[in-house]
């Protein structure tokens, strides 16, 4: 998962583009309660934005994982989830692509809410409610903007709770140092530094999107896809410094670890028109590794836990490289029919 | 009660949108303003007795974006 990348999105464009909205309704209700308040003006202002983050952190990894589960749910086989993967990575790109000004068509992919939402965001920012700022805070799933649309799919993408919740925890956490800066952001640096900021950080949601959009190519078992691409690079270019793979030994039993970071080794050799059975050993997998797929067979086959053990069985019936992976394409491996 | 559309420019995202109507309903003699951000345009019902074109302009202008007046 690159949650470090979310986390950067989160940091640069998702907090400009969030705190477009929000900071101004922040902004109000902080100045509603103030007119009541005669002394300690400014550590309401600080408590407010505090509990209004918190809320809001709270709210979008809840949301995350509501939007995760769901993914999770209407996982029939995984095609559709990868698909789901696919369409959100698209989806990435062309929200990039808006911000970056390419065409207005692109705008029409930016989803409005509803009237009635925004209002009740509005009338609640207009609150002297003591837990107003949390209420907003928590209300701001109701507003989100682009890129936080483009998380929230990529977050059913993940088709797992846990995942959609860590993918919305990292982008709202990234956005939250923004807030605090919004009065230095805005005074001294200025339109023109805002403008280059966004198209600078409009590579990190294309990134994302074609990372997306290449994991879901790996996991179809599609033959076009980044890593076929530097694959064919590596041998075409980079063989003979590698040389030949002579450490791996061949058995119609091998066994792979899966850990939060992939599958060990990644490598195997395997037997034509035997019997093969690899036995999936989990190592602390919570990531979209537990859950193992070999697309050129139809199999699909998830750990239950994290340290769950599994077996794959299946008879290959010619040689050559068969590739398996995660359900998201973000790991994966070859087993080689000799 | 009068109409008007208007060309907003600066908006990055459908909430820019959001920003713009309540700041323009805010306005004493502004009914209603529907901004559309694919489209890039505003509409806008006021009573012309209590709030001018200028005087709306001026409150997108304050929102912190640009608005044209279609004529």
Same mark, same amino acid.
């Given at each position: 998962m690159n949650l470090f990348v979310i986390f950067l999105t989160g940091l640069t464009i998702g907090g400009l583009t969030c705190l477009a909205v929000q900071g101004g309704l922040l902004a109000s209700i902080i100045a509603t309660r103030e007119e009541e308040l005669t002394k300690n003006r400014k550590w309401h202002a600080i408590y407010a934005t505090v509990i209004f983050l918190i809320t809001k952190l709270i709210a979008y990894t809840i949301l995350g994982f509501l939007l995760g589960a769901f993914g999770g749910a209407i996982n029939i086989g995984g095609k559709l989830q990868t698909l789901m993967q696919l369409f959100a990575g698209i989806y990435m790109v062309i929200v990039a692509l808006n911000l970056l000004n390419i065409h207005p068509i692109f705008r029409y992919a930016i989803i409005q809410p509803p009237r009635f939402l925004t209002r009740l965001v509005r009338n609640q920012s207009k609150s002297k409610d003591i837990f107003a700022p949390a209420f907003l805070g928590a209300m701001t799933v109701f507003i989100p903007c682009g890129t936080t649309i483009a998380m929230e799919a990529l977050a059913i993408s993940s088709a797992s709770g846990v995942n959609g919740a860590l993918i919305m925890f990292s982008f709202i956490l990234g956005t939250i140092p923004l807030f605090f800066g919004i009065g230095f952001l805005t005074s001294i640096l200025g339109d023109t530094f805002k403008t280059k900021f966004f198209k600078l950080a409009a590579v990190l949601v294309i990134f994302l999107g074609i990372t997306s959009i290449n994991g879901a190519l790996v996991a179809f078992g599609s033959p076009i896809s980044l890593n076929s691409a530097t694959k064919g690079f590596n041998n075409l270019f980079l063989q003979k410094q590698s040389g030949p793979k002579v450490n791996y030994i061949t058995t119609q039993n091998p066994q792979i670890t899966i850990t939060s970071s992939g599958y060990y080794p990644n490598y195997i050799r395997v037997k034509k028109d035997q019997l093969v059975t690899i036995t999936l050993v989990g190592r602390d997998a919570f990531s979209?590794? !537990?859950?193992?797929?070999?697309? !050129?067979?139809?199999?699909?086959v998830n750990l239950q836990s994290a340290n769950d053990i599994q077996r794959v069985t299946f008879i290959p019936r010619k040689t050559g490289e068969i590739i398996f992976t995660c359900s998201m394409g973000m790991y994966s491996g070859i087993i080689d029919v000799l | 009660m009068k109409k008007i559309n208007l060309d907003i420019e600066g908006m990055h995202c459908s909430s820019c949108a959001m920003n713009i109507d309540f700041d323009l309903e805010d306005l004493t003699g502004v009914k209603t303003?529907?901004?559309?951000?694919?489209?890039?345009?505003?509409?806008?019902?006021?009573?012309?007795?209590?709030?001018?074109?200028?005087?709306?302009?001026?409150?997108?202008?304050?929102?912190?974006?640009?608005?044209?007046?279609?004529?």
């Open positions: 979209c590794a !537990s859950a193992f797929r070999i697309p !050129s067979l139809g199999i699909s | 303003a529907k901004t559309n951000y694919a489209k890039q345009k505003c509409e806008v019902e006021f009573k012309e007795d209590e709030v001018t074109i200028e005087g709306i302009l001026k409150q997108i202008n304050n929102t912190g974006y640009k608005a044209k007046l279609i004529q």
